[in-house]
């Protein structure tokens, strides 16, 4: 399902984000920036040792990435030419600033690919795994941010797609798309 904000076009798809043909993809990382389970164990597969590689230096160096917060690696053998490798908040029963931070993974993630000019970038659902945010409340928080980036923002990339891996995900986001737009 597709909508288009002002000059960016926005995609919902059913998929698996390792095989997705953009310029980046974005990883739900942890904030030590070690290999995990979910996302970030298909995208590490899938791109090599190279993101290791770059995130023990992005440890070494900054310590890690603090939770709503975004870092850049290459993207090795993926596709996409580099992985945004932002922190989402753990569900602690959404008084804990999740939906802030949740936020700020989306905006931060997407100032990164402003920044290296990436013209089409590919998020997954940020959270909603093992950080057990709820989804249908993840999938408005989501389509916010992103509408609100696109539309505070003179430059944004030109194809944003969400890649949901399950059908229950990728209804939850299509169900947010017809209220937030
Ligand atoms: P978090 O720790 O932020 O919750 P997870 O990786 O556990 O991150 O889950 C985030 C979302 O990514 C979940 O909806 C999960 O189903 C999904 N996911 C897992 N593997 C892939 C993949 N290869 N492509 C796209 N989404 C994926």
């Avoid at 999938?139 to 194809?159: E, H, R, W």
Wanted: contains cysteine.
């Amino acid at each position: 399902m597709n909508t288009r904000i002002k000059q960016t076009d926005l995609e919902l798809i059913q998929g698996d984000i390792t095989k997705a043909e953009v310029d980046a993809i974005v990883n739900a990382a942890n904030s030590e920036l070690i290999g995990g389970g979910g996302v970030d164990g298909a995208i590490r597969r899938a791109g090599g040792a190279v993101i290791e590689n770059v995130c023990a230096e992005i440890r070494k160096r900054e310590g890690g990435c603090p939770t709503g917060k975004a870092v850049i690696t290459p993207g090795g053998d993926l596709y996409a030419k580099y992985v945004i490798h932002t922190v989402g908040p753990v569900w602690e029963g959404g008084n804990s600033d999740e939906a802030e931070l949740l936020a700020s993974c989306y905006q931060e993630s997407l100032r990164l690919a402003v920044e290296n000019s990436i013209q089409s970038i590919a998020f997954p659902s940020i959270s909603t795994g093992i950080y057990g945010y709820p989804t249908e409340k993840a999938a408005v928080v989501a389509l916010t941010s992103v509408k609100d980036f696109v539309m505070q923002n003179n430059t944004a990339p030109a194809i944003i797609q969400f890649i949901l891996f399950d059908a229950a995900t990728n209804n939850c986001y299509v169900d947010a798309l017809w209220s937030v737009f």
